[in-house]
T-cell receptor, first 115, second 116 residues
Framework: AQKITQTQPGMFVQEKEAVTLDCTYD???????LFWYKQPSSGEMIFLIY??????QNATEGRYSLNFQKARKSANLVISASQLGDSAMYFC????????????FGAGTRLFVKA | KAGVTQTPRYLIKTRGQQVTLSCSPI?????VSWYQQTPGQGLQFLFE???????NKGNFPGRFSGRQFSNSRSEMNVSTLELGDSALYLC???????????????FGPGTRLTVL
């Protein structure tokens, strides 16, 4: 069964330091997409980065990078140079399907950035 | 380009009532998905529509239904509301080209439903 696991309910990081948020997934489908979203306290879901299952290179978007290890089924998010505005809930998600797509989300990691 | 819009933003209903939530996707996006977010269950997939057809459905009772119109706008309906239906309901749209699951979803601000 498809599953996304985020084992860190909460994380603290010092401003300007890097932080890694863990995500492991399980699927039998060879074609899938992995995503990270940020949800601030206001509630909106903000797309950060995505990695396709066939992509050879790790995805990067500004200060965000995705450490994709396919054999280990992990897709960790790395945030470099943390900012106070990075304090939020972060969700790892997997989208797959054939003819009809569904996205499943992990439980999320709440990140606290300390000044 | 305007983002995904959801109406209403907040809703208060009582048990037994029914509710209809609306979602307008980004222009040109043909796939609309709905999610329920609660503190206890997290984010759970409800259903996905593409070109007016429901293509996938999550594990929710039949009280939860939806539809998509020819302009890609979507509505979801919850009948016979229960206290446990109190949640943030999020709608997301995606372009869904030939790359299939590789299209990111863009979320609306959500509708916060409170059932009393």
């Amino acid at each position: 069964a498809q599953k996304i696991t985020q084992t860190q309910p909460g994380m603290f990081v010092q401003e300007k330091e890097a932080v890694t948020l863990d995500c492991t997934y399980d699927t039998s489908d060879p074609s899938y997409g992995l995503f990270w979203y940020k949800q601030p306290s206001s509630g909106e879901m903000i797309f950060l980065i995505y990695q396709g299952s066939y992509d050879q290179q790790n995805a990067t978007e500004g200060r965000y990078s995705l450490n994709f290890q396919k054999a280990r089924k992990s897709a960790n998010l790395v945030i470099s140079a943390s900012q106070l505005g990075d304090s939020a809930m972060y969700f790892c998600a997997m989208r797959e399907g054939d003819g009809g797509f569904k996205t499943i989300f992990g439980a999320g990691t709440r990140l606290f950035v300390k000044a | 380009k305007a983002g995904v819009t959801q109406t209403p933003r907040y809703l208060i209903k009582t048990r037994g009532q029914q509710v209809t939530l609306s979602c307008s996707p980004i222009s040109g996006h043909r796939s609309v998905s709905w999610y329920q977010q609660t503190p206890g269950q997290g984010l759970q997939f409800l259903f996905e529509y593409f070109s007016e057809t429901q293509r996938n459905k999550g594990n929710f009772p039949g009280r939860f239904s939806g539809r998509q119109f020819s302009n890609s706008r979507s509505e979801m309906n919850v009948s016979t509301l229960e206290l446990g239906d109190s949640a943030l309901y999020l709608c997301a749209s995606s372009l869904l080209g030939t790359s299939g699951p590789y299209n990111e979803q863009f979320f609306g601000p959500g509708t916060r439903l409170t059932v009393l």
